[in-house]
T-cell receptor, first 114, second 112 residues
Framework: AQSVTQPDIHITVSEGASLELRCNYS??????LFWYVQSPGQGLQLLLK??????LVQGIKGFEAEFKRSQSSFNLRKPSVHWSDAAEYFC????????????FGAGTRLFVKA | DGGITQSPKYLFRKEGQNVTLSCEQN?????MYWYRQDPGQGLRLIYY???????QKGDIAEGYSVSREKKESFPLTVTSAQKNPTAFYLC???????????FGDGTRLSIL
């Protein structure tokens, strides 16, 4: 079965510092990969997605992610974090068995310190 | 603007009571989903529907029921059989195989 692992439950970074959130997936074929962000008490918003092609994907709010098939990873990065980036981040993989579904990781909560 | 509307935002349930969470979308999406979110557990799939009048159980369907009589609507009923219903419930829709999911703003259900 497909799965998504986000090894870090929470991460704290200083404002202005760089950020990398880790994501590993388990999927037999070429995966459909997503990163979502969730602010407290709200739904999820799509940051970026990867289906095929260029392995470095640009998203909204200055985020990017790199697909590495050899490592089964899809890590999210941002060169300079802003206080407003504090939120929970979810990596997800789409699967098409029995209808199209999305499998979510457990999430990484990002704290930003001044 | 197109989107997903969940109501109510907060809901309280008494012991032995069924409650229904509303989810409406105007995105013309065929597929709709219900997730439960608990702290530290990410999103767990309750039910999903790929087309009107059809739906499938997800990973944690016990104690829940759904209907899909209209393309725009996918209500979730939390029955009295669900012994631990306190959670944040998210509804989502999807426009196709290579499309991301769109989410509502959620309903927080608590027990009185």
């Amino acid at each position: 079965a497909q799965s998504v692992t986000q090894p870090d439950i929470h991460i704290t970074v200083s404002e202005g510092a760089s950020l990398e959130l880790r994501c590993n997936y388990s999927y037999g074929a070429t995966p459909y990969l997503f990163w979502y962000v969730q602010s407290p008490g709200q739904g999820l918003q799509l940051l970026l997605k990867y289906f095929s092609g260029d392995t470095l994907v640009q998203g909204i709010k200055g985020f990017e992610a790199e697909f590495k098939r050899s490592q089964s990873s899809f890590n999210l990065r941002k060169p300079s974090v802003h206080w407003s980036d504090a939120a929970e981040y979810f990596c997800a993989v789409g699967e098409s068995t029995g209808g199209f579904k999305t499998i979510f990781g457990a999430g990484t909560r990002l704290f930003v310190k001044a | 603007d197109g989107g997903i509307t969940q109501s109510p935002k907060y809901l309280f349930r008494k012991e032995g009571q069924n409650v229904t969470l509303s989810c409406e979308q105007n995105l013309n999406h065929d597929a709709m989903y219900w997730y439960r979110q608990d702290p530290g557990q990410g999103l767990r799939l309750i039910y999903y529907s790929q087309i009107v009048n059809d739906f499938q159980k997800g990973d944690i369907a016990e104690g829940y029921s759904v209907s899909r009589e209209k393309k725009e609507s996918f209500p979730l009923t939390v029955t009295s059989a669900q012994k631990n219903p306190t959670a944040f419930y998210l509804c989502a829709s999807n426009g196709g195989l290579r499309k991301p999911q769109h989410f509502g703003d959620g309903t927080r259900l608590s027990i009185l």
